[in-house]
């Protein structure tokens, strides 16, 4: 009877916007995970299977990228995969078929239409040596003797953090020593959990790939344009409301071009100097909507759009000719690249009296043309176009600041760990 009232409980919860057939698929998994999965659970927990000392767990925040990917990456291509057994928890198993080979396994970790995990989810998690992953994993609600628990990250970057985090790790990882103390007062953690080895992705930045080289022509071929600039603004309306940042509104949701008119001025200001603009949203952003408005050298990039040529972000970001951002971790990590960066600003006196920052004098850290305007957007335009760069010896002495730097950040991760192939 408990588990009847406890099913009836959780299907009044689920959303009344779904359709019936949605409805009864998420009742369908919360009715499986009452039966039989929480059962397995308490039980796997209070008697735990035995460590598999040769078994690495990974568990990215999007499914099979990042620095998870980074680094699964590097392992197969350096053959680590021969003596340890490399595991995925992703939604989809069957979308990842062409990656596996030998030791080499991905496991469905929620069930179908729901936020659940499965049992088997928490049996790979309690029996791996080294689990690394890219948010939190506090799903698991123990720790075991034997193991280590990795938090790769996703970026440090110029904004000060809302709230303490309680985010479970043996080690996090930050691109240099500066971002420590930040990193140590945001998690509640000891500077011995911090290692400043830099980020997996950043191999993947720095080489680029044949793909990511290819996908940069086809874009620049179909906006008849000569150089390409990214353009990567931190989220200011999320998908969840509480991470909204209420320091931006306007038409579009997005730095500088405010009205359709400065936007359709913008991209044609582009066109006329055969220069390709390319958006590409935080994650947490809402999508933005530009309306009917026909951009040709504005182009809005989704994930989908790089799943479907094969392609990681940031194998792509090493294919742009400069970048722009604002507060994002993004701008930090292009540092590597030592190419230019334009820093739109328009919000900068809202964004210090609503978030604040975790430099004392964060304009310093930003090496790079500072944009508060359309105008100086078009100049920053028209100096890529023109290779003028004055700011090469600014974003050395910041990158000595934020990164700590080595020929392969995978191995520097790896070896730490004594995991060798």
């Known amino acids: 009877m408990g588990k009847v009232q406890t ?5 009044s919860k689920i959303g009344e916007d779904k359709s019936m057939y949605d409805r009864y698929l998420t009742l369908r998994a919360f009715g499986t ?3 039989y999965d929480k059962w397995k659970i308490r039980r796997m927990k209070k008697f735990p299977p035995a460590i598999v000392e040769n078994r690495i767990l990974f568990e990215t925040n999007d499914d099979f990228t990042d620095n998870g990917r980074a680094l699964f990456d590097y392992m197969v291509a350096n053959g680590y995969n021969r003596k340890y057994e490399l595991v995925w928890l992703v939604h989809d198993p069957s979308k990842y078929k062409k990656y596996e080979t030998e030791n080499v396994k991905f496991v469905e970790g929620f069930k179908k239409h729901s936020t659940i995990r499965h049992a088997v989810a928490y049996r790979y998690a309690l029996t791996s040596r080294y689990i690394f992953y890219t948010q939190a994993f506090n799903w698991i609600g123990m720790a075991r003797k034997g193991q280590t628990f990795i938090d790769l990250w996703h970026g440090c ?3 000060a953090n809302k709230n303490n985090r309680k985010v479970f790790f043996d080690y996090c990882l930050v691109p240099g020593d500066v971002f420590i103390k930040t990193k140590m007062e945001f998690f509640g953690c000891s500077s011995k959990k911090l290692l400043a080895f830099g980020y997996p992705r950043y191999d993947q930045m720095l080489a ?3 793909a990511a080289r290819a996908y940069r022509e086809k874009l620049l071929k ?19 409301e509480r991470l909204n940042e209420e320091t931006l509104n306007n038409e579009f949701n997005i730095p500088i071009l405010d009205t359709k008119e400065s936007l359709l001025a913008f991209n044609n200001f582009c066109k006329d100097n055969h220069m390709l603009v390319v958006i590409k949203k935080h994650y947490l952003q809402i999508p933005y909507d530009f309306g009917e408005n026909v951009l040709t050298n504005i182009v809005y990039l989704e994930n989908q759009d790089l ?8 194998e792509f970001i090493n294919c742009s000719d400069a970048l722009v951002s604002d507060y994002s971790s993004v701008a930090i990590d292009y540092l590597l690249l030592d190419k230019p960066l334009g820093f739109t600003l328009d919000d900068y006196e809202a964004y210090t009296e609503s978030r604040g920052w975790v430099f004392e004098n964060p304009l310093e850290y930003m090496p790079g043309e500072h944009i508060y305007n359309v105008q100086q957007f078009e100049q920053f335009v028209l100096d890529v176009k023109n290779g003028k760069d004055e700011y090469g010896e600014k974003r050395a002495q910041v990158r000595a600041k934020t990164h700590n730097v080595t020929d392969c950040y995978c191995k520097r991760v790896l070896d730490y760990f004594n995991i060798n192939p």
């Open 222 to 240: 179909e906006s008849d344009s000569e150089k390409l600039i990214l353009w990567m603004p931190t989220y200011r309306h999320a998908s969840s």
């Open 7 to 11: 099913l009836f409980k959780m299907f």
């Open 157 to 159: 970057g110029y904004k």
């Open 33 to 35: 995970y009452v039966i």
């Open 208 to 210: 680029g790939s044949d």
């Open 307 to 314: 799943e479907d040529n094969g392609l990681q972000l940031y």
